[in-house]
Nanobody, 121 residues
Framework: QVKLVQSGGGLVQAGGSLRLSCAASRTFFSINAMGWYRQAPGSERELVALISGGGSTNYGDFAKGRFTISRDNATNSVYLQMNSLRPEDTAVYYC???????????????WGRGTQVTVSS
C-alpha cells in the first residue's frame, strides 16, 4: 500500500517561514512527479509546486519567488520551503505523488492526509 506521510506545518506570523516534508513508503514499483497542493476553506484545491523525477519544477504563480520545492530520490521524499508567508497562504497543504504501485498496476495519483498551515497577520 502506497502511503505519503507528511510532517511540518503549523502556525506562523506573516513574513515567517515553514518547511513541509513528505515521504513515500517503499511499497511501490516507481515514483514519478511529486508535489504540493493546497486548499483553503471554500476554495478549490490548487497547485503549489511540482517536481519531476529529474528535478524540473513548476510553481503556482503565488509561490514563485517565495516557495522552493525539492526532493530526495534516495528517500522518496519531497520538501516545500515556504518563505515570506502571507495570511492568504493559510490552507491545508497536501502532498501528491504519481506512483506506479507495482509492475502489474497503472500509475496513479496518491495523496497525503494534509497538514494545516496558518499564517497570522
Amino acid at each position: 500500500q502506497v502511503k505519503l506521510v507528511q510532517s511540518g506545518g503549523g502556525l506562523v506570523q506573516a513574513g515567517g517561514s515553514l518547511r513541509l516534508s513528505c515521504a513515500a513508503s517503499r511499497t511501490f514499483f516507481s515514483i514519478n512527479a511529486m508535489g504540493w497542493y493546497r486548499q483553503a476553506p471554500g476554495s478549490e484545491r490548487e497547485l503549489v509546486a511540482l517536481i519531476s523525477g529529474g528535478g524540473s519544477t513548476n510553481y503556482g504563480d503565488f509561490a514563485k519567488g517565495r516557495f522552493t520545492i525539492s526532493r530526495d530520490n534516495a528517500t522518496n521524499s519531497v520538501y516545500l520551503q515556504m518563505n515570506s508567508l502571507r495570511p492568504e497562504d493559510t490552507a491545508v497543504y497536501y502532498c501528491h505523488a504519481r506512483v506506479t504501485p507495482s509492475r502489474s498496476r497503472l500509475e496513479g495519483d496518491y495523496w497525503g492526509r494534509g497538514t494545516q498551515v496558518t499564517v497570522s497577520s
